[in-house]
Nanobody, 127 residues
């Protein structure tokens, strides 16, 4: 499965951006999907995840209440709506997908769970 992320850009603090990640195959609908981010000089970190069923979603504490992950299986696409952006949200954002082998919080938080990655889209939040 090839993933193509888009939607990054420059925004002022307090603003919003919407990221999209389109997959090349319809089997994507059966995958767990997630967003990670990596800021300069920092390790890649978990942002949000959604199971293939679209049930319970998971968020990092730093983005909970501000970001929303969703998916459209008909379009083979996962989204990340980011509101109330802060300068510390500045990072390259990566979408990821993995066969749904489990459904508990720890399954989603680690980058090693995911077999497929998008190329990253840069989000810059100015103060």
């Amino acid at each position: 499965v090839q993933l193509q992320a888009s939607g990054g850009g420059l925004v002022q603090a307090g603003g919003s951006l919407s990221l999209s990640c389109a997959a090349s195959e319809r089997t994507f609908s059966r995958y767990a999907k997630a967003w990670f981010r990596q800021a300069p000089w920092k390790e890649r970190e978990f942002v949000a995840a959604i199971p293939w069923s679209g049930g319970r979603v998971y968020y990092a504490p730093s983005v909970k209440g501000r970001f929303t992950i969703s998916r459209d299986n008909a379009k083979n696409t996962v989204y990340l709506q980011m509101n109330s952006l802060k300068p510390e949200d500045t990072a390259a954002y990566y979408c990821a997908a993995a066969p749904q082998r489990a459904d508990y919080s720890g399954y989603y938080y680690y980058s090693t769970t995911y077999h497929h990655w998008g190329q990253g889209t840069l989000v810059t939040v100015s103060s």
